[in-house]
T-cell receptor, first 114, second 112 residues
Framework: DSGVTQTPKHLITATGQRVTLRCSPR?????VYWYQQSLDQGLQFLIH???????AKGNILERFSAQQFPDLHSELNLSSLELGDSALYFC?????????????FGPGTRLTVT | DQQVKQNSPSLSVQEGRISILNCDYT??????FLWYKKYPAEGPTFLIS?????DKNEDGRFTVFLNKSAKHLSLHIVPSQPGDSAVYFC???????????FGTGTRLKVLA
């Protein structure tokens, strides 16, 4: 158990819908990262928040947005869903955004868009 | 543009032998590299890392080698154990970017 929790574990929804994925980082961790893993693909970096502020952005679609709240949990919002958005979404947390700080990954949320 | 590549999708090794997993990168700004292991239905877990100021880092059975001129790193597992069977991802980061680029993974199967 990494100490990072993600809810829900599974999510099935239809095209065009909007969903929210939630991540609670390890106690004391200020950085939260979001990744997408599509079938047979590596982990695609989406976005990184540090202490409530956006720190880095990857190839995140405009239909996707995220935020980190004062209690440090983070939400990833996916809207106007398409079939291609079906994937595993992981969040990870670390104490600090620096390279030397290990990222701890949650178990992921599996999103299926039908 | 895949900046981090793991060209071998899978690898099978006999228990007790050496497993060598390879990773290539294209971005010369990358200066920190990591390996993660992932079991099914779990998130990746950190295994070992290396800074670009080093060419080798060792942790128990795991050693990572970095060849900056070739933009290549490799993970050696010696001796390989059945419990090492998992998907291994390499990742890279450039100082100040606060993001990590992952490869597509190599599925390692250690045969008993």
């Amino acid at each position: 158990d990494s100490g990072v929790t993600q809810t829900p574990k599974h999510l099935i929804t239809a095209t065009g819908q909007r969903v929210t994925l939630r991540c609670s980082p390890r106690s004391g961790d200020l950085s939260v990262y979001w990744y997408q893993q599509s079938l047979d693909q590596g982990l695609q970096f989406l976005i990184h928040y540090y202490n409530g502020e956006e720190r880095a952005k990857g190839n995140i679609l405009e239909r996707f947005s995220a935020q980190q709240f004062p209690d440090l949990h983070s939400e990833l919002n996916l809207s106007s869903l398409e079939l291609g958005d079906s994937a595993l979404y992981f969040c990870a947390s670390s104490v600090s955004p620096g390279q030397a700080y290990e990222q701890y990954f949650g178990p992921g949320t599996r999103l299926t868009v039908t | 543009d895949q900046q981090v590549k793991q060209n071998s999708p899978s690898l099978s090794v006999q228990e007790g032998r050496i497993s060598i997993l390879n990773c290539d990168y294209t971005n010369s700004m990358f200066d920190y590299f990591l390996w993660y292991k992932k079991y099914p239905a779990e998130g990746p877990t950190f295994l070992i890392s290396i800074s670009s100021i080093k060419d080798k880092n060792e942790d128990g059975r795991f050693t990572v080698f970095l060849n900056k001129s070739a933009k290549h790193l490799s993970l050696h597992i010696v001796p390989s154990q059945p419990g090492d069977s998992a998907v291994y991802f390499c990742a890279a980061s450039a100082s100040g970017t606060y993001k990590y680029i992952f490869g597509t993974g190599t599925r390692l199967k250690v045969l008993a």
